[in-house]
C-alpha cells in the first residue's frame, strides 16, 4: 500500500469510527475483575445500559459478537426441536435462520426479496394457521445491516397480540441500537440481540441479550444445552457487579464512557442525527440517478444506506477505486447481492462534515469507475445538511 496522508475514512456500516474518549478510556490500565473498582464500574454502567435499549429488565454482557448474542438468545428461551420463524430479510438474518438449524430448531423461514423487511400481514398469516401455538419463537433483525432495511418491529408485536400468540419476540439491534429509535419493553420484546461495535462506537468484542419477563420465564424450562451463554450465572453475579467469566474490561472501561457520550447528547438527539445524517444519503443517491435498495420509505435505514448499481457496473470496482484513490471503505454486497450494492455506512460517531467528506468521495468514486452520475447529487446531501 502506498503511503497515505490525512485520515481513512471507514465508512462501512460497522465496526465504526471509535470517539477518543473511548479511545482513551479503553487505554486505562486493567484491574482486578474480583476487585470493589470492577463492582463499581459494573453496578454503574448497568442501568444506564439498559435505558439505551428502552428496558427496565436486565442486559447480559458477554465477552462475544452480535452472532455469540444470537446463540445466547436462542439457547435460553428454546428447546430442542422447537419450531421457530424467521424472516429472511438478508444475510444476517439468513445467517440467524442457519444457527438456528444447526442448534436442532424446527425453523419456518419466511421468504423475502432483501429489499424490504419482515412483513406484519405474512406473520398473521403464519399466525393463523398455527391454532395450537406451535411456533415458540418469531426471529426479526430490526435493522437488517446488509440491505438497509428496517423492520417494523412494533407492527409485528401487534400481529402477534392481536393473534392471541405466545410465541417469543427475538429482535436482533446489532446495527440499529443507539442509532434508531428502539424500545425494547414498549414494543413488547423479549429478547433484544446487540453488539458493540456500531451504534456504541466500541470496538468488536461484546455481544448483548436484554432480557424481558417472558423469556426469563422461558428460560426455567428451555432445555437447549449452554454452559457459557447461560443467562442465569451472569444474572446472579451481575447483581454484585461481577461476572462469573473473565470480563473484557478495557471494552467495558469504553461502554462506560460511550454511554457518557450517549446520554449527552440524548438519545432522541442521537436518532435524529441519524435520521438526518440517511436523509442527505438518500437525497445523493437520488441525485446521482441511482436506486436506494430499500424500496419502503416506511423502512429506510437510519444507520446506512445500500446503494443498487445499474447491471452494466461491479459494485466492487466503485469500491476498490474508492479505496485506492480516496482511502475510504465502503461496505460490500453480501450473499445474493454480491457485485451489485456498496453500502454507505452513517452511524456511531459521525458528524455533517464527516458525512459530507464520504458523500463526496463516493461521488468521485463513481465517475472514477465510469458510472455516469452527475454532481448535483453532493449538492442535493450538502442542501440537506445545510437546511436539518
Known amino acids: 500500500m502506498p503511503s497515505r496522508t490525512g485520515r481513512h475514512f471507514l465508512q462501512i456500516p460497522g465496526p465504526t469510527n471509535i470517539p477518543d474518549r473511548v479511545q482513551r478510556a479503553i487505554a486505562a490500565p486493567t484491574i482486578d475483575h474480583r476487585g470493589p473498582e470492577f463492582a463499581e464500574l459494573t453496578l ?7 435505558a439505551v435499549f428502552g428496558t427496565s429488565g436486565p442486559v447480559v454482557i458477554y465477552p462475544a459478537s452480535g452472532t455469540g448474542a444470537w446463540e445466547a438468545a436462542l439457547v435460553n428461551t428454546l428447546s430442542q426441536g422447537d419450531r421457530v420463524l424467521c424472516f429472511e430479510t438478508g444475510h444476517f438474518a439468513t445467517l440467524w435462520h442457519r444457527m438456528a438449524l444447526s442448534l436442532g430448531l424446527d425453523v419456518d423461514l419466511v421468504p423475502g426479496d432483501w429489499r424490504h423487511g419482515a412483513d406484519p400481514e405474512a406473520l398473521r398469516l403464519r399466525l393463523a394457521a398455527d391454532p395450537r401455538h406451535t411456533i415458540k419463537a418469531v426471529c426479526v433483525v430490526h435493522n437488517e445491516t446488509s440491505t438497509g432495511v428496517t423492520s417494523r418491529v412494533q407492527e409485528l408485536r401487534r400481529a402477534l397480540d392481536e393473534a392471541g400468540h405466545p ?9 440499529s441500537l443507539a442509532c434508531i429509535d428502539y424500545r425494547h419493553d414498549e414494543w413488547g420484546v423479549d429478547v433484544t440481540v446487540a453488539g458493540s461495535q456500531k451504534g456504541l462506537m466500541l470496538p468488536p468484542g461484546l455481544g448483548f441479550n436484554a432480557i424481558g419477563e417472558r423469556a426469563l420465564a422461558a428460560a426455567r424450562t428451555a432445555r437447549l444445552p449452554k454452559s457459557f451463554w447461560d443467562w442465569q450465572p451472569v444474572l446472579d453475579a451481575n447483581e454484585h457487579g461481577f461476572f462469573p467469566h473473565t470480563p473484557a474490561t478495557n471494552l467495558l472501561y469504553g461502554l462506560d464512557e460511550a454511554l457518557h457520550m450517549l446520554r449527552e447528547e440524548g438519545l432522541p438527539e442521537v436518532f435524529a442525527r441519524h435520521a438526518r445524517h440517511a436523509a442527505a444519503t438518500r437525497t445523493a443517491v437520488e441525485g446521482w440517478g441511482l436506486e436506494v435498495l430499500c424500496l419502503d420509505a416506511r423502512e429506510y435505514s437510519g444507520s446506512l444506506t445500500a446503494v443498487l448499481l445499474p447491471e452494466a457496473h461491479d459494485a466492487d470496482k466503485v469500491r476498490e477505486v474508492i479505496l485506492d484513490r480516496f482511502d475510504m471503505s465502503l461496505g460490500a454486497g453480501l450473499g445474493r447481492l454480491a457485485g451489485r450494492v456498496f453500502r454507505i ?5 459521525l458528524n455533517d462534515l464527516t458525512l459530507a467528506g464520504a458523500l463526496a468521495g463516493v461521488q468521485m468514486g463513481l465517475q472514477l469507475a465510469g458510472v455516469p452520475v452527475p454532481p448535483a447529487g453532493l449538492d442535493a446531501a450538502l442542501d440537506v445538511l445545510r437546511t436539518g
Request: charged share 20%; proline share 5%.
Open 167 to 175: 410465541a417469543l419476540l427475538l429482535v436482533d439491534t446489532v446495527s
Open 345 to 349: 455506512g452513517h452511524l456511531g460517531h
Open 44 to 50: 454503574r454502567l448497568l442501568p444506564r445500559l439498559e
